[in-house]
């Protein structure tokens, strides 16, 4: 039996790390149609099951205000995959299952992976699994991705899940004056048949949260004005009662109830504060509002002096060497009486104009080398945090700084780094601003 399933997470929740696990090398890279957002297909078999995966984009939530949210919310509804694997950090529980929440919502058929749940023990977190599992009502899988942990446990999970048809849509009380508007906004769409492949009470909440996509699609049966009518009805009750808005009170209450989850799932001996792990330390002092930019500038200090100091040398020995091969190639045209032009064009042409290029190459792989370093390390990251402000001071996104800096090295890679950024224009000023970025080849000639 063939299947196709899709990976959901959030950023840094080790989705892709399980992704590689269950597919090996078997895994094909694109783009999702009209972005420039990656996408990463793989595939597995495992007993009868041939099994397609789908690296859906690293999203908080399915709200449809990125990019990335938008592909991960429309393949869910458009594709409809056979399960949907949601691996989230169990160190930061709450936070990851707010995304859980919203497919659970959305009536689809998902599968926990409760990863890194190595380091929510060292932080003194203890979950109780079967109950979590009983109040989701899903099966939870317990993996370490990092260390190849769980991977056989997770397959034989995904077999079960696909062949159960019990996954019901998960419903969060929202208040009187929402459950109201939602129960007139399905009875709507239910009268006149509108059919997206999700439940009427799933397309009621969307409505309400002023989703774009699904409001669009209504509005192709023309009940919109009868929605919007019950909908500005709803935002003045709540408004009068709460003094927010009907999104912000949505959001709150799912939150509320992901709290009282993690309470009564979750043990923790101490807070998170009392034990702080090496990472928290690290960044106690790498994004500190004094130390932050000091530093900042102390790295890329260092990095583009080693680039320079290491780079200068090698560069210098590849242009003697190949001054050297033009001089001797030379000598030995001419004493073997070809023409002036031919040894000419071979010497100074062919091989001065590679040695001129080649003689950038240590400066340029030394560059990229830092870079990497530094984006592995987890440094970038913070950089960007602590660049945020002075970013936004010239109009770009905290995050444009990693491709300007890329810049330094070679701005083609540096345009291609611009897909990290969510929102289409910070994407494009971006791209407009990175040429201005002196790359490795131009810093030699200036």
Same mark, same amino acid.
Not at 38 to 64: N, R, W
Not at 165 to 180: A, C, Q, V, W
Not at 224 to 248: G, R
Not at 252 to 269: A, D, F, N, P, Q
């Given at each position: 039996?063939?299947?196709?399933?899709?990976?959901?997470?959030?950023?840094? /929740? %080790?989705?892709?790390?399980?992704?590689?696990?269950?597919? %090996?090398?078997?895994?094909?890279?694109? #783009?999702?149609?009209?972005?420039?957002?990656?996408?990463?297909?793989?595939?597995?078999?495992?007993?009868?099951?041939?099994?397609?995966?789908?690296?859906?984009?690293?999203?908080?939530?399915?709200?449809?205000?990125?990019?990335?949210?938008?592909?991960?919310?429309?393949?869910?509804?458009?594709?409809?995959?056979?399960?949907?694997?949601?691996?989230?950090?169990?160190?930061?529980?709450?936070?990851?299952?707010?995304?859980?929440?919203?497919?659970?919502?959305?009536?689809?058929?998902?599968?926990?992976?409760?990863?890194?749940?190595?380091?929510?023990?060292?932080?003194?977190?203890?979950?109780?699994?079967?109950?979590?599992?009983?109040?989701?009502?899903?099966?939870?899988?317990?993996?370490?991705?990092?260390?190849?942990?769980?991977?056989?446990?997770?397959?034989?999970?995904?077999?079960? #899940?696909?062949?159960?048809?019990?996954?019901?849509?998960?419903?969060?009380?929202?208040?009187?004056?929402?459950?109201?508007?939602?129960?007139?906004?399905?009875?709507?769409?239910?009268?006149?048949?509108?059919?997206?492949?999700?439940?009427?009470?799933?397309?009621?909440?969307?409505?309400?949260?002023?989703?774009?996509?699904?409001?669009?699609?209504?509005?192709?049966?023309?009940?919109?004005?009868?929605?919007?009518?019950?909908?500005?009805?709803?935002?003045?009750?709540?408004?009068?009662?709460?003094?927010?808005?009907?999104?912000?009170?949505?959001?709150?209450?799912?939150?509320?109830?992901?709290?009282?989850?993690?309470?009564?799932?979750? /043990?923790?001996?101490?807070?998170?504060?009392?034990?702080?792990?090496?990472?928290?330390?690290?960044?106690?002092?790498?994004?500190?509002?004094?130390?932050?930019?000091?530093?900042?500038?102390?790295?890329?200090?260092?990095?583009?002096?080693?680039?320079?100091?290491?780079?200068?040398?090698? /560069?210098?020995?590849?242009?003697?060497?190949?001054?050297?091969?033009?001089?001797?190639?030379?000598?030995?045209?001419?004493?073997?009486?070809?023409?002036?032009?031919?040894?000419?064009?071979?010497?100074?042409?062919?091989?001065?104009?590679?040695?001129?290029?080649?003689?950038?190459?240590? #400066?340029?792989?030394?560059?990229?080398?830092?870079?990497?370093?530094?984006?592995?390390?987890?440094?970038?990251?913070?950089?960007?945090?602590?660049?945020?402000?002075?970013?936004?001071?010239?109009?770009?996104?905290?995050?444009?700084?990693?491709?300007?800096?890329?810049?330094?090295?070679?701005?083609?890679?540096?345009?291609?780094?611009?897909?990290?950024?969510?929102?289409?224009?910070?994407?494009?000023?971006?791209?407009?601003? #990175?040429?201005?970025?002196?790359?490795?080849?131009?810093?030699?000639?200036?």
């Amino acid at each position: 039996m063939k299947y196709k399933i899709a990976l959901a997470g959030n950023p840094n /929740s %080790g989705k892709t790390t399980v992704f590689n696990l269950l597919c %090996g090398t078997k895994e094909r890279i694109g #783009n999702w149609a009209g972005t420039t957002v990656e996408k990463k297909t793989g595939y597995f078999s495992y007993e009868d099951a041939e099994i397609t995966v789908v690296d859906l984009p690293g999203t908080y939530s399915l709200s449809a205000y990125s990019i990335d949210e938008k592909i991960a919310r429309d393949f869910l509804i458009k594709e409809k995959p056979d399960l949907v694997v949601t691996v989230i950090d169990a160190s930061n529980l709450e936070r990851n299952l707010y995304l859980v929440a919203q497919l659970l919502e959305l009536a689809q058929p998902v599968l926990l992976d409760l990863n890194m749940i190595d380091i929510a023990k060292s932080r003194g977190m203890k979950i109780d699994i079967e109950k979590l599992s009983k109040v989701l009502k899903i099966d939870i899988v317990a993996t370490i991705a990092s260390k190849g942990r769980g991977t056989e446990r997770l397959k034989s999970k995904i077999k079960t #899940n696909l062949v159960r048809t019990d996954h019901g849509p998960l419903k969060i009380n929202y208040g009187k004056y929402i459950e109201s508007a939602i129960e007139r906004i399905s009875e709507t769409i239910s009268r006149t048949g509108v059919d997206m492949g999700l439940p009427p009470r799933s397309i009621a909440v969307l409505l309400l949260e002023e989703d774009g996509e699904i409001i669009e699609m209504v509005k192709r049966y023309g009940i919109l004005d009868e929605i919007e009518q019950i909908k500005e009805e709803t935002s003045k009750e709540v408004f009068s009662h709460y003094q927010d808005d009907v999104e912000s009170i949505i959001i709150e209450k799912r939150y509320g109830l992901l709290k009282g989850i993690k309470k009564e799932c979750v /043990s923790e001996e101490r807070t998170l504060e009392d034990k702080l792990t090496m990472s928290d330390k690290i960044d106690k002092v790498f994004t500190n509002r004094i130390l932050g930019i000091p530093l900042f500038l102390f790295f890329m200090f260092i990095l583009f002096q080693l680039v320079f100091t290491i780079g200068t040398p090698l /560069s210098n020995l590849i242009g003697d060497l190949f001054a050297w091969l033009g001089t001797s190639s030379k000598h030995l045209f001419i004493s073997m009486n070809l023409p002036k032009w031919i040894a000419s064009l071979i010497s100074d042409g062919i091989i001065g104009g590679v040695g001129s290029v080649l003689v950038f190459l240590p #400066n340029i792989v030394l560059l990229f080398l830092g870079i990497s370093f530094l984006e592995d390390s987890g440094y970038l990251t913070r950089a960007a945090f602590v660049m945020d402000r002075f970013m936004h001071a010239l109009g770009l996104h905290g995050k444009s700084f990693i491709p300007l800096l890329l810049g330094f090295g070679c701005n083609i890679p540096a345009i291609m780094s611009t897909r990290i950024l969510e929102s289409r224009k910070d994407r494009i000023l971006t791209i407009l601003v #990175n040429p201005l970025m002196s790359c490795s080849a131009r810093l030699t000639v200036y």
